[in-house]
């Protein structure tokens, strides 16, 4: 599941925010709404399909929904024109067996700055201590007397908060900085 998240959130999140500069903040929170709305979405669906049909086929189904929306969103997800030039330019050095394979990545000055290397364990740490409880939050409503039903419910009401809250934190960044809004919501989100 990390693995797969990580291959659909990553590209749909850098692709998307190459087209904005002014108000890309909102763009990416808008972006990353669509996880909440999925959570929304997903859960009383889910919930539903566990009591009719059982897991394999709920997991099938859930497997088959997923698999056509990802393709589908992938044949929509495009660069900026200004980054598909450069990509461009990339390749053109490349020969054509190289490109097949060739992942843009970034420069390791970049990736063995102490910033980059710092931001990126503490986004690993923030994500970790944040989806981390949405997994089990249906199960330890169960274990607190609520029914499954109570529990699905109970984690598509958190999603679609989180939805609301990642498009809010958006234009606040956009208005404050996003390194602020970070700091100030990681600060909050500890306490």
Known sequence: VGIGSCLSLVPSMTSAITWFDKHRAFAVGVVSAGTGV?????????????RSLGYPDALRITGAISAFLLCASG??????????ARLRADRKQLSWVQALYKIPMPAMTTAKAAKFITH?????????????????????????????ADGANLTAAAN???AIGKIGIGIVA??????NSFAAVSLVTAA
Not at 75 to 84: F, I, T
Not at 174 to 179: A, F, H, S, T
Request: proline content about 5%.
């Open 174 to 179: 956009d208005r404050v900085g996003r390194l």
């Open 160 to 162: 679609a908060c989180n």
């Open 120 to 148: 990126a364990l503490g986004a690993g740490f923030q994500s970790a201590a944040y989806y981390t409880p949405g997994i089990f939050f249906a199960s330890f409503a169960k274990t607190i007397g609520y029914s499954a």
């Open 38 to 50: 999925g959570g929304l979405v997903f859960t009383p669906l889910t919930s539903i399909w566990l």
């Open 75 to 84: 044949l929509v997800l495009h660069w900026s024109p200004e980054m598909q």
